[in-house]
């Protein structure tokens, strides 16, 4: 905990863009730097009625841009305008159900609109620090019973995942050829996996879809009731986005 603390500490009076920050876990990383004294920036779709960023009033909060990470030309804009020491990159299309219904946008948004972001990061020189959050489901899926490893293979049969997998080599690419060379920049992406806690209203996400089936009074429908998953609450992944961020702010290379 003490270490959280000084990590926090490390954002106080830095300039953080942070993509995605109207969605569940954007919008608590938002919250959380801005409680401790950072000057947070965002860009991400409109928030949803009923969401965490809407509930908390986040809006009022910090200096939020509604864009698509798809518009490279208004990406680029927001960061020539906030010149970000730090960048938080989380605006994705998350839901794997979707990615199924609509898998040209899925690809378009996870890796193209990332490739976008990582763009915006090689023209801006005032980017000390990178944080570019992925999914644990960019590992190929060989039904082990242990977690992953960042030795794994990546790939993905689902066009969810695959744009994970994608997405984490086009940030390769760009951290061996761009990044690594800037020496006022240090790059690293973060993998983490299914995530509960409050302010998380999405569709097709099982505790969410629970709860407004008691409310309606409807059946509770599980999808794959022979599937063992692994859940976090929203703040341990982003405790880790956190640490990171702040070692690379510290130079520390290593966590690249």
Known sequence: ?????????????????ITGDTGFKGSWLSLWLHNHGA??????????????????QLGSLIDHQDG????????????????PDVVFHLAAQPIVRLSYRDPVQTFD???????????????????KALVFITSDKCYRNIEQDAGYTE?????????YSASKGAAELVFAAYNASFFVHRDSLIAASARAGNVIGGG????????????????HDTPIH???????????????????????????????????
């Open 1 to 17: 905990m003490e270490n959280l603390v000084n990590a926090l500490e490390s954002f106080r009076g830095k300039r953080v863009l």
């Open 200 to 215: 998380d209203w999405a569709e097709d996400r099982i505790i969410p879809d629970c709860i407004r089936s008691l409310q």
């Open 222 to 256: 599980i999808r794959n009731p022979r599937a063992t998953r692994p859940w976090q609450h929203v703040l341990e992944p982003l405790s880790g986005y956190i640490l990171l961020g702040s070692e690379m702010l510290k130079g520390n290379s290593a966590v690249s």
């Open 68 to 83: 698509d990470i798809r518009d490279l030309e208004r990406l680029k804009t927001r960061f020539v305008d906030v010149q």
């Open 109 to 127: 948004t996870n890796i193209g609109g990332s490739t976008n972001l990582l763009e915006c990061v090689r023209l801006t020189e005032s980017v």
């Open 151 to 159: 030795q794994d293979v990546l790939g993905g049969s689902d066009p």
């Open 39 to 56: 000057k947070v920036f965002g860009y991400a779709l409109p928030a949803l009625d009923h969401s965490h960023f809407n509930d908390v």
